[in-house]
């Protein structure tokens, strides 16, 4: 007899399959492998559209790398350009209930720029991006929960294409 479908369950609450707990254990074994000095937590969320584009998985990816490096060169200066270093990150795409995409990032914040001043430039920079929205949360000193958040099902479609390979640096 088949069980009538949970009610309540948050956008796209699917069962996990066998193969899907392996790939978020793996996921989950290669980003705590990753040495971090203070990594920062962060939530961008995207405008459902700019101009005439919709916000879909594309446009969110162009439009993080335009804010990726605009906030390289603020916080790395001309060695971000001239000598190609970029800050490890690992970003996350997820789409809300009410269809708006978000990014969850662990984004590792140098040691010479001070959480205030590194969550300033944040601050200013994703708004300057074509899909960046006001709302945006940052906290200091992202831990192993974070980890688990970003690779929650909830949310995702699937695990592995919800990360955001172009623009993850690690």
């Known amino acids: ?54 916000a879909d998985a594309i ?8 804010f990726r490096t605009r906030l390289e060169s603020r916080v790395l200066g001309r060695s971000a350009r001239r000598h190609n270093r970029r800050l490890p990150l ?23 720029c001070s959480f205030e001043r590194f969550s300033a430039i944040i601050r200013d920079q994703w708004p300057k991006t074509d899909f960046g929205y006001y709302q945006i949360d940052i906290q200091d000193q992202s831990d192993s929960g974070w980890t688990d958040y970003i690779l929650k099902q909830r949310q995702k479609r699937s695990l592995l294409d919800s990360i955001d390979w172009a623009n993850c640096h690690l």
């Open 1 to 54: 007899m088949p069980s009538a479908p949970q009610e309540g369950l948050a956008a796209y609450q699917l069962p996990m399959t066998i193969s899907q707990i392996a790939s978020r254990e793996q996921l989950e074994r290669l980003i705590t492998s990753i040495q971090f000095q203070n990594p920062a937590a962060v939530t961008l969320t995207l405008k459902k559209r700019a101009g005439a584009r919709i």
């Open 59 to 66: 446009a969110a990816s162009e439009n993080f790398r335009h």
């Open 90 to 112: 690992i970003a996350v795409l997820e789409e809300s209930a009410d269809h708006r995409l978000h990014y969850h990032c662990k984004i590792d914040r140098p040691y010479h």
